[in-house]
């Protein structure tokens, strides 16, 4: 006998299965704490031991090829660069776009969308390097040999060491589909070295939807070693502008036995000497005001004292803290001056011949306050030779601006240093020159970042540009981790 059904009324069946909204919303946050707990587990599974391992050799595998790539500027040749990066994304299945001036010379621009609450982050590095001269380097500029912990070869700290973490970045993000509050793009430029025109200038000029972002970051800081110790991170706010001017001198042709007061080497060589001992005044600005502060506390007292010396408004009190950096830490001297250095001498053409035209060249950085509409006049007052001509040796290509420090990236650099280096964030006015430069005439806030590098390694001819540049594979990898956490940080969905 089958069992007897009870009969119920809709609106009783509704009644007994309706849940109480209290209940509803625990099991809503029950729900949403295990789909958190799940994230970080599946979090803490991919940085492990392992992982991490593979990870790196990913990362040494990227930057092995990019460096065995041969891409010096001139004549560039980027586009070798970028078929290599081309086939990495395509693998990943991570779209790009390809810009071109010089089709030999392409810049490559991948993009991870986010949600758009917030505007883009734009990560760069340029595939281009400087030239070699073979026959210096015991190994070869080409070969990304590995000897004893470090990776030999040009680019290997300027630049394809920041391409190369650019590259992991946004690997990563694809593969974890990580949620984005901000689209993550990234800028392989060519012509860093010495040709904007073909790269970021291009880019900034003709495609700047492409690449626009509230933030940027490229080469121009970097974290300083010391005896194998961590002593600080300079992080790029702003940079001098280099635009050489050249020094005319003329007079009469003669013979070299006939002594002349108009022979035209004697009058260039007087007005060398006398811009060289110029000291073009002293200027200090929000980035340079905040590094010599914070330097303070990483110093001996003595250096200490000079450091605040110079950022008092007397010249009496700033002026031999000024002299004592000249003399003693020359790149810090060149944070507050523009500087006039001497690079090129052109005159005659035989010892017995007093030639009737002469130049030199100066590689000028300009102090991004410096006014350029009066500087050639006052170095034609320095001189005082109205029979010589001053002119500039090439128009403005990297205009002088700066970033803000009181952003969220800056915030967040400074928190991601402390992090992964143990160390505080220094903002640093770069005395050379960046792709930044061009970024940051568009509104973008840059800010340079690097790996660490030994204060060593410069002198003992191991730095970028030298004839055995070099990197710390374990340098590399750190750098590769710090660059994708500090861009995750920054954009990640909140």
Same mark, same amino acid.
């Given at each position: 006998?089958?069992?007897?059904?009870?009969?119920?009324?809709? *609106?009783?069946?509704?009644?007994?299965?309706? =849940?109480?909204?209290?209940?509803?919303?625990?099991?809503?946050?029950?729900?949403?704490?295990?789909?958190?707990?799940?994230? !970080?587990?599946?979090?803490?599974?991919?940085?492990?031991?392992?992982?991490?391992?593979?990870?790196?050799?990913?990362?040494?595998?990227?930057?092995?090829?990019?460096?065995?790539?041969?891409?010096?500027?001139?004549?560039?040749?980027?586009?070798?660069?970028?078929?290599?990066?081309?086939?990495?994304?395509?693998?990943?299945?991570?779209?790009?776009?390809?810009?071109?001036?010089?089709?030999?010379?392409?810049?490559?621009?991948?993009?991870?969308?986010?949600?758009?609450?917030?505007?883009?982050? !734009?990560?760069?590095?340029?595939?281009?390097?400087?030239? =070699?001269?073979?026959?210096?380097?015991?190994?070869?500029?080409?070969?990304?040999?590995?000897?004893?912990?470090?990776?030999?070869?040009?680019?290997?700290?300027?630049?394809?060491?920041?391409?190369?973490?650019?590259?992991?970045?946004?690997?990563?993000?694809?593969?974890?589909?990580?949620?984005?509050?901000?689209?993550?793009?990234? !800028?392989?430029?060519?012509?860093?070295?010495?040709?904007?025109?073909?790269?970021?200038?291009?880019?900034?000029?003709?495609?700047?939807?492409?690449?626009?972002?509230?933030?940027?970051?490229?080469?121009?800081?970097?974290?300083?070693?010391?005896? /194998?110790?961590?002593?600080?991170?300079?992080?790029?706010?702003?940079?001098?502008?280099?635009?050489?001017?050249?020094?005319?001198?003329?007079?009469?042709?003669?013979?070299? *036995?006939?002594?002349?007061?108009?022979?035209?080497?004697?009058?260039?060589?007087?007005?060398?000497?006398?811009?060289?001992?110029?000291?073009?005044?002293?200027?200090?600005?929000?980035?340079? /005001?905040?590094?010599?502060?914070?330097?303070?506390?990483?110093?001996?007292?003595?250096?200490?004292?000079?450091?605040?010396?110079?950022? *008092?408004?007397?010249?009496?009190?700033?002026?031999?803290?000024?002299?004592?950096?000249?003399?003693?830490?020359?790149?810090?001297?060149?944070?507050?001056?523009?500087?006039?250095?001497?690079?090129?001498?052109?005159?005659?053409?035989?010892?017995?011949?007093?030639?009737?035209?002469v130049k030199a060249?100066?590689?000028?950085?300009?102090?991004?306050?410096?006014?350029?509409?009066?500087?050639?006049?006052? =170095?034609?007052?320095?001189?005082?030779?109205?029979?010589?001509?001053?002119?500039?040796?090439?128009?403005?290509?990297?205009?002088?601006?700066? *970033?803000?420090?009181?952003?969220?990236?800056?915030?967040?650099?400074?928190?991601? !240093?402390?992090?992964?280096?143990?160390?505080?964030?220094?903002?640093?006015?770069?005395?050379?020159?960046?792709?930044?430069?061009?970024?940051r005439a568009k509104?973008?806030?840059?800010?340079?970042? /690097?790996?660490?590098?030994?204060?060593?390694d410069g002198p003992?001819?191991? /730095?970028?540009?030298?004839?055995?540049?070099?990197?710390?594979?374990?340098?590399?990898?750190?750098?590769?981790?710090?660059?994708?956490?500090?861009?995750?940080?920054?954009?990640?969905?909140?």
């Amino acid at each position: 006998m089958p069992p007897k059904r009870c009969s119920m009324s809709s *609106s009783g069946a509704r009644s007994r299965d309706r =849940v109480p909204s209290d209940i509803l919303r625990g099991m809503t946050k029950r729900v949403l704490v295990a789909i958190t707990l799940l994230l !970080l587990v599946s979090h803490v599974q991919a940085q492990t031991p392992a992982n991490l391992a593979a990870l790196d050799a990913e990362t040494l595998q990227h930057f092995q090829a990019l460096l065995k790539t041969d891409t010096q500027s001139p004549p560039g040749n980027e586009i070798r660069a970028v078929e290599y990066l081309k086939q990495v994304l395509d693998k990943e299945g991570i779209a790009y776009q390809v810009f071109a001036k010089d089709p030999q010379r392409p810049n490559l621009v991948a993009r991870i969308k986010g949600n758009g609450k917030k505007k883009p982050i !734009l990560i760069m590095g340029h595939t281009d390097v400087v030239t =070699v001269d073979a026959k210096k380097w015991t190994f070869p500029p080409f070969g990304a040999v590995r000897d004893g912990g470090y990776v030999y070869g040009r680019g290997a700290v300027d630049d394809k060491d920041n391409l190369t973490a650019a590259l992991m970045l946004i690997l990563r993000l694809k593969r974890e589909g990580t949620p984005l509050d901000r689209d993550v793009i990234l !800028l392989a430029e060519s012509g860093e070295e010495g040709a904007p025109d073909v790269g970021a200038q291009f880019m900034a000029d003709n495609h700047f939807d492409a690449i626009n972002a509230e933030f940027c970051f490229a080469e121009g800081g970097g974290v300083v070693r010391e005896g /194998g110790t961590v002593r600080q991170a300079n992080v790029g706010t702003t940079e001098k502008e280099p635009r050489p001017i050249e020094i005319i001198a003329r007079g009469p042709a003669g013979h070299g *036995s006939v002594p002349s007061k108009n022979n035209a080497v004697t009058h260039l060589s007087a007005a060398v000497g006398k811009i060289a001992n110029w000291v073009p005044p002293l200027r200090i600005n929000e980035t340079t /005001g905040a590094y010599f502060r914070k330097m303070q506390t990483l110093v001996t007292p003595e250096v200490a004292k000079v450091y605040r010396d110079v950022l *008092s408004p007397d010249p009496k009190i700033n002026k031999p803290a000024a002299e004592w950096l000249l003399e003693n830490q020359p790149g810090h001297w060149s944070m507050l001056h523009t500087s006039l250095v001497p690079t090129i001498v052109d005159a005659g053409f035989r010892y017995n011949v007093i030639p009737s035209e002469v130049k030199a060249t100066f590689d000028v950085r300009l102090h991004p306050d410096e006014n350029q509409e009066t500087f050639l006049d006052e =170095v034609r007052k320095v001189i005082g030779d109205p029979s010589g001509e001053v002119r500039w040796f090439r128009d403005r290509y990297r205009p002088a601006g700066g *970033s803000r420090l009181d952003t969220e990236a800056f915030t967040t650099l400074e928190a991601q !240093l402390k992090k992964h280096y143990d160390t505080v964030a220094l903002p640093t006015m770069g005395t050379g020159a960046t792709d930044m430069s061009n970024i940051r005439a568009k509104g973008p806030q840059c800010y340079g970042i /690097g790996p660490a590098i030994d204060t060593e390694d410069g002198p003992k001819g191991f /730095g970028a540009h030298s004839d055995q540049e070099r990197i710390l594979e374990s340098e590399l990898f750190r750098f590769t981790r710090f660059t994708s956490d500090l861009v995750v940080e920054l954009a990640r969905a909140k």
